[in-house]
């Protein structure tokens, strides 16, 4: 997705003209012999197996290709032919791209570009020849001078941060004695405004939590390697370093901790807003360099997430963010939260409990709508309404309060409740679950409280779970559910108390996208909730013990 950046109609032709060719033009710079950052990732052979058989990138104009990302791809995939191919591509651009242009000069677009290009020099750039290089560095001289005009008119602050990574690791590249200290200080004003208390991305996305930490892991990289050639420690341009260097690796960890409490343990991310697009194989890359890696958040306060862990089973719950987290949330842009509550469970590599996972864009506008919903949650729903409102324009969203989690008498016990079924039922919703120590044994409680306020008397309350597609329920005449894992894994057993237990058709969004699965829902009737002020679900579940 290109964020977005506009400009006037006169903006435009101005940049057409020679004029602005002319202004943009860069002195001559030498070969960058000082630069000795490395690039943090790893690409993907599978993808730069095509470019190396004839696909050529130019052929496509799509963002992603000028953003220079698959020379990482060709990098993995290995070879001379690939780096030959990799540095005639990428001169091709250079030529053909010579003059500005609002779609490939886009700042968003040109910050990850010159980012590539500066972190890869290595592999295609060093063994170019000098013209080639004297091309090369030329033209990433003139669009880091673009690129500095036109950070700041980018819409989005994460948009900024990387723009702002851009212009540091480029000017670092092509100066040595270039002064990354203004731009630094700026970017650390921008995080601020991006991250909450807890470590997490004020959109509660990991998708976007996982990107702002990509930025600042190479940023760290770039700025932490030019202390070996700016100067003498103790100078100002050196200090201003270290001060800039000591703000970003504090918000990589912690971060990288909030980042951790939502993986399950074969590597897979919660499934929240934003999980569907994170790619998994660059959320491990990024997690790996995010702090100790023995670092997890346990209780993220401000975002409203709640991780319990005990032998190989994870608990995560999305607790809903308090009011002021919410605020400011929803201050950056985010969309509403229709899954307060929702849990997922896993146990080693199986997971079990899922949810149905939201997805973005506007592709199937009806099925991002459904999996956004609070019945595509594994949590309670009122009356099939959402607990909060997430058409677009919506008012009413849900705020978390009263989470807490530690330890308790034999394990774990998590709390927490959210209002967002106060203003359309007068009612609250409170979970309370707890996970006994070595993980077998997980039991939960969904209660509902009258606050005594007006507002629609429920009829109906669910609780969802929804399962994973390898995970096989059998409903018994007794209304318990045997749950089968994969292979010869031991089976849990699903029992509630109070309700009408069913097992139904459900659907999430997988790896390939939709997948069929089945569901496990507990229904009871609450007409007449306010006569008793408050009405509860429990709910178990259990490892069987092999025979």
Not at 270 to 281: F, Q
Request: aromatic share 6%.
């Amino acid at each position: 997705m290109t964020e977005a950046w506009s400009l006037t109609y006169l903006q435009r032709l101005y940049r057409r003209s020679a004029i602005f060719d002319w202004r943009m033009r860069q002195q001559p710079r030498p070969t960058p012999t000082h630069w000795k950052a490395r690039d943090p990732w790893r690409g993907k052979a599978n993808l730069g197996q095509p470019l190396v058989s004839g696909d050529h990138p130019l052929e496509h104009d799509g963002p992603d290709w000028h953003r220079f990302r698959w020379l990482r791809d060709m990098r993995e995939f290995g070879g001379s032919q690939a780096r030959t191919i990799s540095r005639r591509v990428v001169m091709d651009w250079v030529i053909r791209n010579s003059r500005w242009s609002n779609a490939h000069w886009h700042p968003d677009i040109m910050a990850d570009r010159l980012k590539t290009m500066v972190l890869l020099w290595g592999w295609y750039g060093e063994s170019a020849s000098l013209s080639q290089q004297q091309s090369l560095i030329a033209s990433m001289a003139v669009q880091l001078h673009c690129l500095e005009k036109d950070w700041d008119g980018l819409a989005s602050a994460d948009a900024r941060v990387n723009a702002l990574s851009g212009i540091i690791l480029t000017s670092l590249f092509l100066d040595p004695d270039a002064d990354a200290g203004t731009h630094a200080a700026t970017l650390g004003e921008e995080i601020s405004n991006l991250v909450l208390g807890d470590g997490c991305h004020v959109s509660r996305r990991p998708d976007q939590h996982l990107g702002l930490l990509q930025m600042l892991i190479e940023t760290r990289g770039a700025m932490t390697a030019s202390l070996g050639w700016i100067g003498e420690a103790g100078t100002a341009h050196h200090k201003s370093i270290e001060d800039s260097l000591s703000l970003i690796e504090d918000t990589i960890i912690r971060m990288g901790s909030v980042g951790r409490m939502w993986r399950h343990v074969d590597g897979t991310l919660m499934a929240i807003r934003g999980s569907a697009s994170a790619d998994l194989d660059m959320a491990e890359q990024i997690l790996a360099q995010a702090g100790p890696e023995g670092k997890v958040t346990h209780h993220a306060a401000d975002s409203g997430f709640i991780r319990i862990a005990s032998g190989r089973s994870v608990l995560m719950m999305n607790a809903a963010p308090p009011s002021w987290g919410a605020s400011k949330s929803l201050a950056w842009g985010a969309d509403h939260d229709a899954g307060a509550l929702a849990i997922e469970f896993s146990n080693g590599q199986n997971r079990i409990i899922i949810n149905a996972g939201p997805i973005d864009g506007d592709d199937n506008p009806a099925l991002r709508q459904a999996l956004a919903s609070t019945a595509a949650h594994s949590t309670l729903t009122l009356d099939d309404t959402n607990s909060a409102d997430i058409s677009d324009g919506g008012s009413r969203q849900a705020q978390g309060s009263e989470t807490e989690s530690g330890p308790a008498e034999g394990g774990t016990l998590a709390v927490a409740s959210h209002d967002g079924y106060e203003p359309t039922h007068a009612l609250t919703h409170t979970r309370r679950i707890f996970l006994a120590t070595g993980g077998y044994d997980l039991r939960g409680e969904d209660q509902l409280t009258y606050t005594g306020g007006p507002g629609s008397i429920p009829t109906e309350a669910v609780v969802r779970f929804h399962l994973h597609p390898k995970i096989t329920p059998i409903l018994s005449l007794k209304g318990d559910v045997t749950l089968r894992l994969p292979g010869s894994a031991a089976p849990w057993a699903f029992r509630s108390d109070g309700a009408r237990v069913s097992v139904e058709d459900s659907i999430i969004m997988g790896p390939e996208g939709v997948e069929k699965t089945r569901a496990i829902t507990l229904t009871v009737e609450t007409a007449t909730i306010r006569q008793h002020g408050e009405q509860s679900i429990r709910w178990g579940l259990r490892r069987v013990a092999k025979k």
